[in-house]
């Protein structure tokens, strides 16, 4: 009886001192005299996240109450004190001025335990710097160059069944997310792989559907999660894992396959995998860069999900917006359309002289930010300049509120009209580069831009060239947003009326 006792009251102490130092935590910019939301006990200021908010909302939604009270704003990601930029020049700093003191983003990887999460957006430290110099030679000009030509035949087919789904469903309407993913799987599939997907034929094809649980399921329910990504360093401690069984081993079989196939038949190709190969099989030795195969799985893991979800997002809003506002579809079409050659062909040259198109593009890009925020983590404590008393501690996990600076009035005047114009030559020119991050910004922006633009501007001129894009009935204005998705995306679908050209 005595011993029962003694564990009641031993599981009380202990249960009483973790709410204690939670409540502590939480008490951490209050003591400080910092501007904040008040936090939830277990979400922090993510509360409702998944569920009543996403992602965009629970950053954008402090920026706007606090922004003009200083450089930045506290923040809890869960239980853990954070930084909401607030200010373009501290975001600046952060990202390009003071980079090697934010060099990580300090979000959960395992390499040992859960190997696909060891990829460059992830990795930190001189693991990330060295290979992010030996990766960077794939997303070269003349590597797109030389991409290009799989991607304008992968288009051809994309055009040849969107035809078919538009002309086979009643009054031509068309849910166009599902086929832009499907369409830039093939894509990726190819140009990362050198593999056939198929799923432009076969919406059931095994990288699709393996692309799609990538992105909508989770291993672990919201409370382990919030653990995970709250608490990083004690979750690979416990040897914890975030991607699902089926998707590991979906991964390592395609790249350990692949890999063997060339290998064994001395196949050289320009791709991405080929890199990977090359660095693998010794070179780089000599800066400590060489990769195991769950290493080059996890690089070809990332690029196949960063390129085929961020990409047809924004071919899907594009679109939507065209719709929306024919003018703007129609001043485009004709520019895509003298572009294009008498026998159907658009070269490299000719898809990026395109002003216009890049212009819908990047305005697509700033009102519908695919990911929401950027991560940072400070390696030393900093102090703002010209604001002693704010200081991020060493350590301190940092979010730049992309979302919700590309929807401040201050930095685009009626920021939710949609107006390419504000992307021409001139006005960007007059803007700093920091105010628009739909890329990042600085040493550490996303090293697969160029494939991404390279792609959706693919997509958009051939589309925009056989097909016009109208509302109807089934398409939502506005949008509803999947709550429970990390990035922006449309809950129901994005549903078009669709005329062939």
């Known amino acids: 009886m005595a011993i029962i006792t003694f564990i009641i009251y031993a599981t009380i102490t202990l249960a009483s001192l973790a709410v204690y130092m939670i409540k502590k935590r939480l008490n951490y910019w209050k003591e400080l005299g910092i501007p904040h939301d008040e936090p939830t006990l277990m979400g922090g200021n993510l509360h409702g996240l998944m ?242 195969l769950e290493e080059m799985a996890a690089q070809a893991f990332v690029f196949f999900l960063g390129g085929f979800e961020t990409s047809s997002s924004t071919m899907g809003f594009a679109l939507y917006e065209l719709a929306l506002n024919q003018d703007v579809q129609d001043k485009l079409r004709d520019e895509v359309n003298e572009a294009f050659t008498e026998d159907g062909s658009i070269s490299y040259e000719s898809l990026h002289g395109l002003p216009y198109l890049g212009q819908v593009i990047s305005e697509t890009l700033r009102k519908y930010t695919i990911v929401p925020h950027l991560n940072r983590q400070a390696l030393v404590d900093y102090v703002v300049p010209g604001n002693p008393k704010y200081v991020i501690p060493k350590g301190m996990p940092i979010l730049i509120p992309a979302y919700g600076m590309h929807h401040d009035p201050k930095l685009y005047p009626n920021p939710e009209k949609f107006d390419p114009e504000r992307f021409d030559a001139n006005a960007v020119k007059q803007r700093d580069s920091v105010e628009f991050l739909a890329f990042g910004d600085g040493p550490r922006n996303c090293i697969g831009m160029r494939f991404g633009i390279m792609q959706t501007r693919v997509g958009m001129a051939y589309l925009l060239r056989h097909f016009k894009f109208s509302v109807c009935e089934e398409t939502e204005v506005p949008l509803i947003w999947d709550k429970a998705s990390f990035v922006l995306c449309s809950k129901n679908g994005i549903y078009l009326k669709v005329d062939k050209l």
């Open 51 to 292: 569920t009543t908010r996403s992602f965009a909302q629970c950053t954008r939604e402090p920026y706007e109450r606090h922004r003009g009270s200083g450089p930045f704003c506290g923040f809890y990601f869960f239980q853990r004190p954070a930084v909401l930029v607030l200010e373009t020049e501290l975001a600046k700093n952060i990202l390009i001025k003071d980079f090697s003191k934010f060099t990580d983003r300090g979000l959960f990887h395992n390499e040992e335990s859960d190997p696909l999460t060891g990829h460059l957006f992830l990795l930190d430290g001189a693991k990330w710097k060295n290979l992010r110099n030996k990766l960077s030679p794939t997303f070269t000009s003349g590597k797109m160059r030389f991409m290009y030509p799989t991607i304008t035949e992968v288009a051809d087919n994309f055009v040849k069944v969107f035809g078919e789904m538009s002309q086979a469903n009643k009054n031509g309407v068309v849910e166009i997310k599902e086929l832009l993913a499907r369409f830039t799987t093939d894509v990726i599939g190819k140009c990362a792989f050198g593999i056939e997907c198929n799923s432009l034929k076969d919406p059931n094809a095994e990288f699709r559907i393996m692309g799609k649980r990538s992105l909508t399921e989770r291993r672990h329910g919201k409370l382990l999660t919030g653990l995970i990504q709250g608490f990083p360093g004690l979750a690979r401690k416990l040897k914890m894992r975030i991607v699902h069984d089926d998707v590991h081993n979906f991964f390592m079989r395609i790249v350990r396959e692949t890999v063997a196939y060339r290998e064994e038949n001395n196949i050289k190709a320009n791709d991405f995998l080929s890199i990977l190969i090359d660095l693998k099989n010794g070179e780089g030795k000599s800066d400590g860069v060489t990769l195991s």
